[in-house]
């Protein structure tokens, strides 16, 4: 019986350290990586922003965003709008990279990431589209 319970107890950690390894990371880390990532993405946020909140751009569930529905963007808009999108992906990447590698542990990139796409979510204003753990489309 307590071997028993050894082992489910020893599961049960073994499920559980992504999330504890992702508690113990410092987000908030500061590098000139990661300042230089975070000021590029807060200007492209500048310009992103309408698109947002038209729905036309959405926040993935992967923490990154995705052009939602194409047909918001005015034809001539959508090529330079796919630019932003593809950009801000690259940078947010970057991003979860950066910070893994900043403290010590590259292979918490995943696990910062969902935690990231959580964030992201939070931060989002009402109206703004992200998808579900599903992956289905829901507004804010």
């Not at 492209?44 to 569930?61: C, E, F, I, M, P």
């Not at 923490?63 to 959508?78: T, Y």
């Amino acid at each position: 019986m307590h071997s028993r319970i050894l082992r489910l107890w020893m599961v049960a950690a073994l499920l559980w350290m992504p999330l504890l390894a992702c508690a113990a990371a410092d987000l908030e880390i500061n590098t000139p990586a990661i300042g230089s990532l975070k000021m590029t993405m807060q200007q492209r946020h500048d310009q992103l922003a309408g698109h947002y909140a038209s729905g036309a751009v959405g926040l993935t569930r992967d923490g990154l965003i995705a052009m939602r529905d194409a047909a918001l963007v005015p034809l001539a808009q959508r090529q330079a709008v796919n630019g932003l999108v593809a950009a801000e992906n690259q940078d947010r990447q970057a991003l979860y990279r950066e910070i893994a590698r900043a403290n010590g542990h590259p292979e918490w990139e995943e696990e910062i990431r969902s935690t990231f796409a959580q964030r992201w979510v939070q931060k989002a204003a009402p109206g703004w589209w992200h998808q579900n753990q599903s992956g289905a489309w829901v507004r804010k």
